[in-house]
């Protein structure tokens, strides 16, 4: 392969083209209004992402980070409080306990899934433990019974981070609904992203649903009648309308990256030292993300690069050994998340990628392993 060959991690181009005529008809249509703040648009998506996901309430906001924040802080989390979650994940997940005062206590993950290890979870609550993230990462759903069962048995609160789980299901079930709240992205790398900065909470409790929508503007129910300090975090109109737009094609977004991730599969069938990710039911893929062993991850990565093909390292430096935690959480050991932080790689992936791109990616992988 050359390296004029170009293969990215992502590509949102052939969604632009498209759905080009609906995006700018609705950008034209909320520029004409002049209504730009929680308008119509952003009321209609909250109405047509609460049907989809099949939940009471969902609430727009400024980011899946703020969702994150204004989920705990709608809990009445804070200092003194714990927070079980997973250290194999992106800043946001335990930033968000920090940022209220509470205090993140990782626990490790399962090999195949990436995603908690339920049966790790009993014995890091503690009775300060108020609560656990589960998070579904690459769009592979958690068991959420098992999890759930956990949480009822001690009475703890489940807030669901489904920043990367769009339209993945646990036994039919959407992620986001089934915890007291869901917080997702629409960060634009998303399965379903907007193109800038936007986020979403859901939750079947008319209580909690009534504390987030005032902690997104400034702590207030009415305009200028603020009741506690609360946040800037409001999905804009433009964002909205983007996102209305492209809903109505998630389901066959995700099924087009169960596609791309089954060809992967085939491709890397029988590879001594090459792990794929489970094909299970309700994944959505939002990364096809590889376990390579006995290998110079990182040279791997570079040598792609150098034939011009895009794949990225999600997470090599866990939460618990980052150095706003070092201190913390020293003595803090999760063999499997650190393994794995030394093994995966990402590879590109999109519903519309090509096979024939996708065998190239393959092969290059293949080749570079020897």
Same mark, same amino acid.
């Given at each position: 392969?050359?390296?004029?060959?170009?293969?990215?991690?992502?590509?949102?181009?052939?969604?632009?083209?498209?759905? @080009?005529?609906?995006?700018?008809?609705?950008?034209?249509? #909320?520029?004409?209004?002049?209504?730009?703040?929680?308008?119509?648009?952003?009321?209609?998506?909250?109405?047509?992402?609460?049907?989809?996901?099949?939940?009471?309430?969902?609430?727009?906001?400024?980011?899946?980070?703020?969702?994150?924040?204004?989920?705990?802080?709608?809990?009445?989390?804070?200092?003194?409080?714990?927070?079980?979650?997973?250290?194999?994940?992106?800043?946001?997940?335990?930033?968000?306990?920090?940022? *209220?005062?509470?205090?993140?206590?990782?626990?490790?993950?399962?090999?195949?899934?990436?995603?908690?290890?339920?049966?790790?979870?009993?014995?890091?609550?503690?009775?300060?433990?108020?609560?656990?993230?589960?998070?579904?990462?690459?769009?592979?759903?958690?068991?959420?019974?098992?999890?759930?069962?956990?949480?009822?048995? =001690?009475?703890?609160?489940?807030?669901?981070?489904?920043?990367?789980?769009?339209?993945?299901? @646990?036994?039919?079930?959407?992620?986001?609904?089934?915890?007291?709240?869901?917080?997702?992205?629409?960060?634009?790398?998303?399965?379903?992203?907007?193109?800038?900065?936007?986020?979403?909470?859901?939750?079947?409790?008319?209580?909690?649903?009534?504390?987030?929508?005032?902690?997104? #503007?400034?702590?207030?129910?009415?305009?200028?009648?603020?009741?506690? *300090?609360?946040?800037?975090?409001?999905?804009?109109?433009?964002?909205?309308?983007?996102?209305? #737009?492209?809903?109505?094609?998630?389901?066959? @977004?995700?099924?087009?990256?169960?596609?791309?991730?089954?060809?992967?599969?085939?491709?890397?069938?029988? =590879?001594?030292?090459?792990?794929?990710?489970?094909?299970?039911?309700?994944?959505?893929?939002?990364?096809?993300?590889?376990? *390579?062993?006995?290998?110079?991850?990182?040279?791997?990565?570079?040598?792609?690069?150098?034939?011009?093909?895009?794949?990225?390292?999600?997470?090599?430096?866990?939460? =618990?050994?980052?150095?706003?935690?070092?201190?913390? =959480?020293?003595?803090?050991?999760?063999?499997?998340?650190?393994?794995?932080?030394?093994?995966?790689?990402?590879?590109?992936? @999109?519903?519309?990628?090509?096979?024939?791109?996708?065998?190239?990616?393959?092969?290059?992988? #293949?080749?570079?392993?020897?």
């Amino acid at each position: 392969m050359s390296v004029q060959t170009q293969i990215p991690i992502l590509d949102l181009k052939p969604q632009v083209e498209a759905l @080009w005529p609906e995006l700018t008809a609705a950008l034209e249509k #909320v520029l004409k209004s002049t209504s730009f703040i929680l308008g119509p648009e952003e009321q209609l998506l909250e109405k047509e992402l609460a049907a989809k996901l099949g939940v009471k309430h969902a609430i727009g906001c400024n980011s899946g980070t703020d969702a994150l924040y204004i989920a705990l802080r709608a809990l009445n989390l804070g200092p003194g409080d714990e927070v079980i979650t997973s250290s194999f994940t992106f800043f946001a997940t335990a930033e968000a306990i920090s940022h *209220v005062g509470a205090t993140p206590v990782f626990v490790d993950i399962q090999a195949d899934s990436m995603n908690l290890d339920l049966s790790k979870i009993e014995a890091a609550i503690t009775p300060r433990t108020k609560a656990i993230i589960p998070v579904h990462l690459f769009g592979r759903p958690v068991d959420l019974d098992g999890l759930m069962a956990i949480a009822k048995k =001690h009475g703890l609160k489940v807030v669901e981070d489904c920043a990367q789980s769009f339209g993945a299901t @646990w036994n039919g079930t959407q992620t986001g609904v089934t915890g007291e709240i869901g917080c997702f992205s629409f960060f634009p790398t998303k399965n379903l992203g907007a193109y800038g900065d936007a986020g979403l909470m859901t939750t079947n409790d008319d209580v909690l649903a009534d504390t987030m929508r005032m902690l997104r #503007v400034h702590g207030s129910r009415r305009r200028y009648y603020n009741e506690c *300090v609360g946040y800037n975090s409001r999905l804009d109109e433009m964002q909205a309308a983007i996102l209305r #737009v492209k809903l109505p094609h998630i389901d066959r @977004w995700n099924e087009a990256r169960r596609a791309v991730a089954q060809r992967y599969n085939e491709l890397f069938q029988g =590879h001594a030292r090459i792990i794929t990710p489970e094909t299970v039911s309700g994944h959505v893929f939002h990364q096809f993300t590889l376990r *390579v062993l006995d290998t110079d991850r990182d040279a791997l990565q570079a040598r792609l690069a150098e034939q011009g093909i895009g794949a990225m390292i999600y997470y090599p430096v866990p939460c =618990h050994k980052l150095k706003l935690y070092e201190e913390s =959480h020293k003595g803090v050991v999760l063999p499997v998340t650190e393994r794995l932080a030394r093994e995966v790689i990402s590879l590109p992936i @999109w519903p519309e990628i090509a096979p024939e791109s996708q065998a190239l990616v393959a092969k290059a992988v #293949v080749e570079a392993l020897g």
